[in-house]
């Protein structure tokens, strides 16, 4: 049994399994921490390793860590079959750490140990297969290497791109490695779709050094940026703040004041044409008549004067007419009543989180989520956001399926 936190998992890969492929890496003392999280994520994990990987790191590690037998020989049981019994579209094939050996002879058709074997053959049953290559950047970046990685990459393998430091391509964090598991896996409900996302807290400011803002940490947009990836997406932007790190997949607009939440917004939409919008961001419903140009003198009361503020919903429509949500906080529970207030925004679906005194709906807390659509409120639950992100998306997506674009 392992313990699973809510406020990090989805469960995105419950009824998956990952058959995971270790070669020889330095790298190789991070993927007890990958196991686990692919399993907490809700996959079985099943860990196949070669001679010169065995010698760094005793199986017995990745056993701890999967709760499987380790393969570090074929035998007449044939593993490199019997592993991945079962319909193919549900068992990844994960390469990670991926040597420059490994890319080399799976390009060339060579299998000799047990990760070139498990490619040769889940890559011709049909199983999805993501390779996370490792290396010093010398050798990334030798014409043979890259046109090896070309050459999978044409035959449907799917490559974590590595992160580059100190003239090397290192292991990516273990959270994206998840989320390219979960992409690979996932029924790409979102494939071909483009999402901008807009979230985390906004501010006002009253001068240099003070501002007026909301209790906003972002989570909820990191969430809703990783589900868009995670199914699919071919394009995601996010266009705000949040407290965890953004992954790279995503483009980038930084945004924590709202004249840079609307810049942000009209720079993204000069851009691209977006599938979806999805706006969860927690923006000051007022802003100061005039801001001061100097810091104040803080021995002396000042009085601020306060004016509603632009409203940012308005700036997507006027660039967007196709599926948008948005996020509601409110003590008002009425769906109809709800629903009404935006009418000039007319949202396909509104997630309505109700406020109480009770806590604060921001962070990673569980919250009672409803969507309101055009039609209809639908109880979502008492969910961790990992949770209702994911739901949301799926959603959004089967909205667009049927013909919402």
């Known amino acids: 049994m392992i313990d699973i936190d809510e406020t990090r998992f989805a469960g995105a890969l419950s009824g ?36 010169e990987a065995a010698s760094m790191v005793n199986p017995n590690v990745m056993e701890w860590a999967s709760e499987r037998e380790v393969v570090t020989e074929i035998t ?36 000799d140990d047990v990760p070139s074997l498990f490619f040769s053959f889940a890559l011709g049953n049909g199983n999805p297969v993501l390779i996370a290559p490792v290396m010093h950047e010398g050798m990334m970046v030798n014409p043979i290497n890259s046109a090896n990685l070309k050459k999978l990459g044409e035959a449907g393998v799917a490559i974590v791109p590595p992160k580059m430091h100190s003239e090397k391509a290192k ?5 994206k490695l998840v989320d390219y598991a979960v992409r690979s896996l996932s029924h790409h409900q979102l494939s071909g779709r483009k999402a901008l996302i807009i979230g985390g807290k906004g501010e006002e400011r009253i001068d240099p050094v003070r501002s007026i803002t909301n209790s906003g ?27 965890q790190g ?19 917004t009209e720079e993204a939409f000069s851009r691209s044409k977006f599938d979806l919008v999805v706006n969860s961001a927690s923006l000051p419903d007022y802003r100061l008549e005039k801001a001061f140009r100097d810091k104040l003198d803080s021995s002396a009361p000042v009085e601020l004067k306060l004016i509603t503020s632009k409203k940012l919903n308005h700036t997507i429509r006027k660039h967007h007419k196709g599926l948008l949500a948005i996020f509601k906080l409110s003590r008002e529970t009425e ?8 009418s000039d925004i007319d949202p396909d679906i509104i997630v309505f989180n109700p406020f109480t005194d009770e806590k604060l709906p921001f ?4 919250n009672e989520y409803t969507f309101i659509t055009r039609n209809d409120a639908v109880r979502a639950g008492h969910l961790f956001k990992p949770k209702m992100a994911l739901n949301l998306m799926i959603l959004l997506s089967e909205k667009l399926r049927n013909g919402k674009a």
Not at 22 to 47: H, N, W
Not at 76 to 91: A, D
Not at 218 to 237: D, H, I, N, P
Not at 335 to 342: A, D, Q
């Open 171 to 175: 292991i990516s964090e273990i959270d």
């Open 76 to 111: 007449g049981f044939i593993e490199h079959i019997s592993c991945f019994e079962g319909n193919p579209k549900n068992t990844l094939l994960m390469v990670c750490p991926a040597s420059y050996n490994f890319i080399g002879k799976a390009a060339s058709g060579i299998s």
């Open 363 to 366: 962070g990673p807390v569980k």
């Open 246 to 264: 953004v992954p790279d997949y995503v483009e980038f607009f930084p945004a924590e004041t709202m004249q840079e939440f609307e810049k942000g």
């Open 335 to 342: 769906p109809e009543v709800i629903r009404k207030s935006f």
């Open 217 to 243: 940490t972002g989570t909820t947009a990191w969430w809703l940026v990783r589900s868009a990836f995670r199914l699919g997406a071919e394009k995601v932007v996010f266009i705000g703040n949040a407290h």
């Open 16 to 51: 998956k399994k990952v058959v995971l492929a270790i070669t020889a890496s330095i790298s190789i003392y991070r993927i007890p921490d990958l196991i686990r999280d692919l399993r907490r994520e809700g996959a079985e994990v099943t860990v196949g390793m070669s001679r």
